[in-house]
């Protein structure tokens, strides 16, 4: 202790300039907005291009099985194309068609930052606000939905991912239609969901696919799961049901950010609506 | 005592009305800026206690940030320079070989002393001052420039302001 003492006070020029130097920065960084802006961004950037090359590496060890994801997803949308379909109407003149207008358009990210082993998973994605990416955006990838977008910088975003305590996307059984919420199960298992809220009257099966429903941010029909257990625990009025995730979290690469081009004005007129309720 | 702790105050006042009403305007093609106040802290009596010089170094600092609104920037830069002051003066002062109590000033130190002095403790309060209110990498070339030039204005005053006021008296 004594040496200690001693020490402190032959070295005590060094240690005020510490503690008055300390004083300054924390004084000049909280109080100048730019400094504060820049100081915080420059370390996402840091951080996020840390990951950008880690990333890049494990890359590298996965390309076998991202050249299969891509063949498989190149066959569904191969399936999908017009030329795939024999077309039995006959066209007798071209019309300028103004019927349908692109509600949705898709950019495509890749995962550099990952975790499914948290209470609270988030991933972060190689593009971000410069792209196009906004706060509120859904994420899908080629075999289900992936999460919502809630932070973005220029050049990264990052997803609040389906593994989430927070987490809870409008679905329905794909059969019937019957309308729930979708959830992460409680004992973090990354592979098990739960469908809850729905209603009593509805006829599940086992296998069953749960998708998104048109009340969410996502188009309507994106994959969450299969029914995997129809009884997951008692829930009065309702049912509920351990649902089996069709995204395999751990292995993400490449996913699709879902920019609904509507979603500004519904959610104004809602405001809207919401704030003449009140008034 | 009395006498010096007077002294110290008013150019402490004289400082900072000279650096935020007549230096602040003044800029010479937008890139060199002279901040004359830290010569109050190069002019502190050698003996000062370590903690009242950090206190006084901060003091300044903080109180030219209010002037410049620019909180806790002038005090980073000037609390650097005190640190820098209490190296400097270690190495090079050895108070055994002076007959009478030596000041920091021309007069007692002598011309190539005083200029050395001076312009480290420039250099290090200028180079932190500018890349901090700067605060990024891409614009280096622009902001070591303004510093060069700002550290060359500021000595140039520290030295008139030296010979004007602290020349050796002769008897």
Request: net charge positive; aromatic share 14%; hydrophobic share 45%.
């Given at each position: ?11 005590s020029a060094f240690f005020l300039f ?262 | ?47 000062t206690p370590n903690i009242l010089l950090f206190l ?26 005190a640190f820098?002051?209490v ?85």
């Open positions: 202790m004594r040496n200690l003492l001693i020490f402190i006070t032959k070295y510490l503690i008055f130097e300390v004083i300054s920065l924390v004084i000049f960084i909280n109080y100048n907005g730019f400094q504060k802006a820049s100081f915080i961004n420059t370390s996402n950037e840091v951080v996020g291009n840390l990951y950008n090359r880690v990333n890049d590496f494990y890359d590298y060890l996965s390309l076998k099985q991202i050249n299969d994801n891509l063949a498989q997803e190149n066959a569904k949308l191969r399936s999908q194309l017009r030329a795939s379909y024999y077309i039995d109407s006959v066209s007798k003149h071209s019309v300028n068609d103004t019927v349908y207008k692109q509600q949705y358009s898709y950019i495509d990210a890749r995962v550099i930052n990952n975790s499914t082993n948290k209470r609270l998973n988030y991933l972060t994605l190689n593009k971000g606000a410069k792209e196009g990416i906004a706060k509120g955006m859904g994420v899908i990838c080629a075999t289900g939905v992936v999460g919502v977008v809630v932070k973005t910088s220029d050049h990264f975003a990052t997803v609040r991912s389906l593994l989430h305590k927070d987490s809870r996307i409008s679905a329905m059984l794909a059969s019937s239609r019957e309308g729930g919420t979708f959830t992460w199960n409680d004992d973090l298992n990354p592979f098990m969901g739960i469908l809850s809220e729905v209603s009593n009257n509805a006829q599940p099966h086992l296998g069953d696919w749960v998708v998104t429903s048109q009340y969410s941010l996502f188009p309507m029909g994106i994959h969450l799961g299969r029914v995997s257990n129809l009884h997951a625990k008692a829930g009065g009025f309702f049912l509920n049901m351990e649902v089996r995730m069709a995204v395999d979290f751990s292995k993400l690469e490449y996913v699709y950010v879902v920019d609904n081009k509507l979603a500004q004005e519904q959610i104004g007129l809602e405001a809207q609506q919401k704030q003449e309720k009140d008034e | 005592m009395n006498r010096i702790i007077i002294a110290n105050f008013v150019r402490f006042v004289v400082l900072i009305f000279i650096q935020v009403f007549l230096l602040k305007n003044v800029t010479v093609y937008g890139l060199s800026t002279p901040y004359l106040y830290i010569l109050f802290v190069m002019l502190l009596p050698f003996e006084l170094s901060f003091l300044i600092g903080i109180s030219v940030d209010a002037f410049y609104d620019t909180p806790g920037l002038h005090a980073a830069a000037t609390v650097l320079l820098v002051r190296l400097f003066i270690s190495v090079t002062v050895q108070k055994e070989s002076f007959d009478t109590e030596p000041q920091p000033t021309m007069g007692s130190m002598g011309f190539r002393w005083f200029l050395t002095y001076a312009t480290l403790l420039t250099l290090f309060h200028h180079f932190l001052l500018f890349n901090l209110e700067v605060f990024r990498f891409s614009e280096i070339q622009y902001t070591l420039s303004r510093f060069l030039l700002s550290s060359l204005f500021t000595i140039f005053l520290l030295l008139v302001s030296g010979l004007l006021f602290f020349r050796k008296k002769r008897i």
